[in-house]
């Protein structure tokens, strides 16, 4: 594996992360919107806020490529789709998305 390769796909995983974090962060944020304003207008901009945040972060994941095949990581027939964003590998080449672990021959 490439530098290249290791970079892009350290970028799929903090895509990921991030994806995972603005999900988590959506009910605090409702939350807080309601104790701050107690309306229903500032839960509406919250909800709306985050819920472009989070097709942002879909789009993203969607349209990445897989830095050894170029072609759409998330994909398994070359078209975009939110089925197989937290897929483990890619689906044209079968990339792997974590690092494989190095094994020695002489632990084995
Ligand atoms: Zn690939």
């Given at each position: 594996m490439t530098a290249d390769e290791s970079a892009a796909l350290g970028r799929i995983r903090r895509e990921r992360r991030w994806l995972i974090l603005w999900a988590v962060s959506a009910a605090p944020a409702l939350w807080f919107a309601w104790r701050i304003a107690h309306r229903e207008l500032a839960i509406a901009a919250v909800a709306l806020i985050w819920i472009s945040g989070a097709a942002l972060a879909i789009a993203r994941l969607m349209f990445i490529r897989c830095p050894?095949?170029?072609?759409?990581?998330?994909s398994a027939d070359g078209a975009p789709g939110?089925?197989?964003?937290?897929?483990?590998?890619?689906?044209?080449?079968?990339?792997?998305v974590k690092p494989e672990r190095v094994i020695y021959p002489s632990l084995e």
């Open positions: 050894r095949c170029g072609r759409l990581f998330h939110v089925a197989k964003i937290f897929a483990p590998r890619c689906g044209q080449c079968g990339l792997r």
